[in-house]
Structures are given as structure tokens and as C-alpha cells.
């Protein structure tokens, strides 16, 4: 593989608009229901009382998340009908709409959720990493979208580069189950320990 495409997601900058997720839907003509990008809060926290005083220790950020094109793709190991690929090029995992079955096996076992059921055609869909767009020198719709610029891409290893190589915040499922090709400059709040 010439080079693995990735998203960066600025986790700090991100105020969870869901412009991301409405510019992906429209792009791709999406079914209710159907997202190819999710946006969602992760909050919690606690406070303490100290002599009547209440000090809070809460925190809220949020996580805009679609197919992470991961090095480890559950999604293509488990489909019967070989319908999803991993692309040599670029890394960018597609479905071939002309094999897909739509058994859902690719639905269950991805960590992510990435994959959508799309009731009208009885197949799955999910994020291509806008290859149409890319192929025009634009970036996938997400990215383009961000009015706060919380969203990137490129290759992976310019992006890890740049920003480091944390690709799970708290909220996510563990990236050692596919190895996601993302990389996160987590809020503040959002970090793990592994």
C-alpha cells in the first residue's frame, strides 16, 4: 500500500454543530436513519462539598466519528459475499454495491457502527472517504463542512506525524480491534490511560 488515507479530528475544537454529519448525509442522499458520520456527547463527572461550597468536577466534549478505514477492517474479514475491500492505493475500505448481499454480518462486527442498512436497496452503505471528491482534488464533504476546522485528512503517517499517534479517547471502543487509521488530538478531558 502507497499510503494509508486518515482522518484527524481536533477533539478540543469540535462544539458538536453536527454540520459534519448533515453535510455527509446530503452529499451522500442518506435515508432517515442512515449516518455515515455520527457526532455524540460524552459527559459525566462529579462534585464534592467542601465547607457548604460546591465544587464541580464535570466534563463534556464530544466525538465525530464515521468508517475509520482501519488496518484491521472486521467489516471485510467477515463478509460472505467479499463485497467490502480495502483499496492498495489508499487504504480506503469501499463496499461494491454489485456483490453486497446485504446479510448484515458487516454491521455487527464493526466497532464503530460505520456500516448502514439501506432499506430501499436491501445492501449496506457506508462512509467511502468521498473517493468522487478526492478524485476532483476536494476533500471528503465532512472535512470540507467544519466550521471550526475540528476535521482533517491526509495519510496517516503525515497526520501521526503532525499530531501524534492517539487514535481512542474515552468513549470509543478500543482501537486495538481494527486498528482504526485515525488520528485524535483529544480534549482535555477525553484522554485514557492504556
Given at each position: 500500500m502507497s499510503?494509508?488515507?486518515?482522518?484527524y479530528f481536533e477533539q478540543k475544537s469540535c462544539v458538536g454543530c453536527n454540520t459534519c454529519k448533515a453535510a455527509c448525509k446530503d452529499k451522500n442522499n442518506l435515508n432517515m436513519g442512515q449516518q455515515f458520520r455520527k457526532v455524540y456527547e460524552v459527559s459525566g463527572g462529579e462534585f464534592?462539598?467542601?465547607?457548604?461550597?460546591?465544587?464541580?468536577?464535570?466534563?463534556a466534549f464530544w466525538i465525530s466519528v464515521s468508517c475509520n478505514h482501519c488496518s484491521n477492517p472486521k467489516c471485510v474479514k467477515v463478509?460472505?459475499?467479499?463485497?467490502?475491500?480495502?483499496?492498495l492505493e489508499d487504504g480506503v475500505v469501499y463496499i461494491d454495491q454489485a456483490k453486497c448481499i446485504g446479510c448484515l454480518r458487516c454491521i455487527k462486527s464493526c466497532p464503530y457502527k460505520a456500516p448502514q442498512y439501506n432499506p430501499a436497496t436491501k445492501k449496506v452503505e457506508k462512509c467511502d472517504f468521498c473517493?468522487?471528491?478526492?478524485?476532483?482534488?476536494?476533500?471528503?464533504?465532512?472535512v470540507s463542512s467544519c466550521?471550526?476546522?475540528?476535521?482533517?485528512?491526509?495519510?496517516?503517517?503525515?497526520?501521526?506525524q503532525e499530531h501524534g499517534s492517539i487514535n481512542e479517547v474515552k468513549g470509543m471502543p478500543s482501537a486495538d480491534i481494527t486498528k482504526p487509521s485515525l488520528?485524535?488530538?483529544p480534549h482535555r478531558d477525553a484522554t485514557i490511560s492504556k
Open positions: 499510503k494509508q488515507l486518515a482522518f464534592t462539598v467542601e465547607k457548604n461550597i460546591v465544587i464541580p468536577n464535570i466534563y463478509c460472505k459475499a467479499k463485497a467490502i475491500k480495502k483499496r473517493l468522487d471528491f478526492l478524485a476532483k482534488g476536494l476533500p471528503p464533504a465532512c466550521p471550526m476546522r475540528a476535521l482533517d485528512y491526509g495519510t496517516l503517517e503525515k497526520l501521526q488520528v485524535i488530538k
